[in-house]
């Protein structure tokens, strides 16, 4: 799964947008977004890890703004350190696949971060706040806390590619309040493209998947 790896696994699966959303951590988002060719957009971005275990996915048009709230997440991480001898090296490369660094932490673990702090920091730096896969037993908002907070503030749910729209529906009723969206959630190779959505918008940019997400200006999200 490195930069140049997934813009032309993207691009061979005729993918137009993509999201780099590793955990805890935006270090290789520059990476590829710099050798992705001009007909991928890549979306910086991260998938953060709440105190109560919860995933959530920030999605930012520009590498600035995912910088500055890893920024926030560094800040509260556990103090724990990678073992790579049980879950693998944790590699900073360039635009090459060249090996740069090592990320030593414990990327895996969770933040002392709440949901709504997350939320509001996303927001803060204008990113979209999604929450990650709502129907998995692990780390989905529902099966984590039981319900959705009606005070949280999020731009969209995800679903994973496991199940359909319709069935997602049908066991969580409390989704349909929210604008719906699902994506390949690729850790391997082989999964990008296994699971997208169509958007209607003008260019893609973050400013249009959000009136998408809203489905503002004929802008809509097709799933």
Not at 96 to 111: A, C, S, V
């Amino acid at each position: 799964m490195s930069p140049l790896r997934i813009v032309g696994k993207a691009v061979q699966q005729h993918v137009d947008i993509i999201a780099i959303c590793d955990h805890n951590t935006a270090e290789n988002v520059y990476a590829t977004v710099k050798c992705a060719p001009p007909q991928l957009k890549v979306f910086p971005g991260m998938e953060i890890t709440s105190i109560d275990e919860v995933h959530i996915l920030a999605l930012f048009e520009n590498i600035d703004e995912v910088m500055a709230l890893q920024n926030i997440v560094y800040q509260h991480l556990l103090p724990e350190k990678n073992d790579e001898l049980i879950f693998g090296e944790q590699l900073i490369v360039n635009e090459n696949d060249e090996i740069e660094g090592h990320n030593d932490r414990f990327l895996i673990g969770y933040t002392s971060l709440t949901l709504s702090q997350i939320i509001s920091s996303i927001h803060e730096f204008k990113g979209i706040a999604i929450a990650s896969h709502v129907d998995r037993e692990q780390f989905g908002i529902i099966n984590q806390l039981g319900f959705i907070p009606e005070d949280l503030k999020f731009d969209g749910l995800e679903i994973s590619y496991r199940i359909t729209k319709s069935q997602a529906v049908m066991r969580y009723p409390q989704i349909c309040q929210y604008p719906l969206i699902t994506s390949s959630d690729a850790h391997h190779l082989d999964h990008i493209g296994r699971s997208t959505i169509d958007l209607l918008i003008e260019k893609p940019d973050i400013h249009e998947f959000k009136w998408a997400l809203q489905r503002i200006k004929g802008r809509k999200v097709i799933f």
